[in-house]
């Protein structure tokens, strides 16, 4: 939100919750928010321009899949009708356009359970400035646990999920909010549904994981200039519902999951970063409780927050635990590349950043390695075996920052 804050709204524990709460950073605290007019699981959650959040669609076991919205004012703690879509829809996209306007697409769309009706060919624009919904043109598939991605010229990227045949699509098409019109983006390479699709500083799309029956480590890169798609380095772990976050120097952190989205699932603590610049992964150490369906969100002093999800495919547990992740200064981007370039000096995967005497350094046990910067030259410094346990100086923190392409 506007101030900091988080709100987490709605979800399921056996039946679908209607309840909000609220994470304050400043405080490291929880509180119970206004409820919703609605339960809703699977609905979608979007930061409008004017802070109110808009939570659209859903379902409700009970009631099936809603075509309701919702606006919270956190400056108020309370909740409006947003006015009904067209369509029911859950496990659809939403997504927030330069003009304000956010485009919502796809779903399962009737009945009174998930996953067994055909996904919705269909589309909606919803304006906050007149509340109002409106037509967004029909897409060529329809689909539910896509992936949608703004693209840097405005346009949209809908790939992937599961399509009006109940199969698993590999198809992708574009939106033009100018145009209001569709067109196609071609074929990912591999059909998949539950993945994440991250845009990266160069303008490609990142798509990771995902499931078709079976999930696998395989990436792929989109290229809007050429409308194309290329193989990407694979995942070291396979795994679909799982978050992906763009980091500073076009890394982008893969965390949780599960590897399949089925009862057999087995759910993930781990997490690996990307780094775009080389298309290789690396260790990112783990979540301290595994789980998945759990989208990490940007927290204003750039931490990121992952709260609920399931941390049991087996037992369907769901996670009442909330934990943030601090992906740290720019100088940690640093010591991430260090880390892929010299894994042998600086064993990646665990080691946490510190302040003491003037530096901001990681130690690595396994190599015995210390990995500095110092604030007061702006230098980069190591210390261990390999430099004979004497300081050495690496040079300017500049220099390196711009090797290790992260700025």
């Known amino acids: ?17 209607a309840t909000a709460e609220i994470y304050d950073p400043a405080a490291n605290a929880w509180r119970l928010a206004a409820p919703m007019a609605n339960a809703r699981s699977g609905a979608t959650a979007t930061l409008l321009g004017n802070g109110v959040l808009l939570v659209a669609g859903g379902f409700d076991f009970r009631t099936g899949y809603l075509a309701s919205a919702e606006l919270y004012d956190p400056v108020a703690n309370s909740w409006r009708s947003a006015g009904p879509m067209g369509t029911p829809r859950g496990h659809h996209t939403a997504t927030l356009l330069p003009s304000g306007q956010v485009l919502v ?36 598939v329809g689909r539910s646990t896509h992936s949608a991605t703004l693209l840097a010229d405005g346009r949209v990227l809908v790939a992937g999920g599961s399509n009006a045949a109940f199969s698993i699509t590999a198809s992708a098409e574009l939106f033009d909010p100018a145009a209001n019109a569709w067109s196609s983006a071609g074929s990912m390479r591999t059909a998949r549904s539950w993945h994440t699709a991250t845009r990266l500083p160069s303008g490609k799309v990142l798509v990771t994981g995902g499931s078709d029956g079976d999930v696998g480590r395989t990436t792929e890169l989109y290229d809007p200039t050429t409308n194309s798609w290329s193989v990407g380095a694979s995942m070291q772990t396979a795994r679909s519902g799982h978050s992906a976050n763009l980091l500073s120097g076009g890394r982008v952190l893969i965390s949780g999951g599960s590897s ?7 759910v993930f603590s781990s997490a690996e970063l990307y780094f775009s610049a080389y298309d290789a992964w690396s260790p ?6 595994a789980r998945r369906t759990s989208p990490a969100v940007a927290l204003a002093d750039g931490k990121l927050l992952f709260a609920g999800g399931l941390s049991d495919s087996r037992a369907n547990i769901v996670v009442a635990s909330a934990e943030t ?7 940690d981007c640093l010591f991430d590349w260090a880390e892929f370039v010299y894994p042998s000096f600086f064993p990646p995967g665990g080691a946490q950043s510190r302040s003491w005497g003037g530096y901001y350094y990681r130690y690595y046990p396994q ?19 390999a430099s004979g346990q004497q300081v050495r100086d690496a040079g300017a923190l500049s220099t390196w920052l711009v090797t290790a392409r992260c700025q």
């Open 1 to 17: 939100m506007p101030d900091g804050r988080a709100l987490v709204a709605g979800g399921e524990l056996l039946l679908p919750l």
């Open 105 to 140: 697409v796809g779903s399962n769309s009737s009945g009174a359970f998930p996953y067994t009706n055909p996904a919705a060919r269909s589309a909606e624009l919803f304006d906050p400035v007149s509340g109002t919904w409106r037509s967004a043109g029909s897409p060529s």
């Open 260 to 266: 399949n989205f089925t009862s057999s699932g087995t």
């Open 284 to 289: 990112a150490g783990a979540l301290t409780t």
């Open 325 to 331: 992740y601090d992906p740290g200064t720019i100088d």
């Open 367 to 385: 190599s015995a390695m210390y990995l500095a910067s110092r604030p007061a030259d702006g230098h980069v410094y190591y210390l261990g075996p």
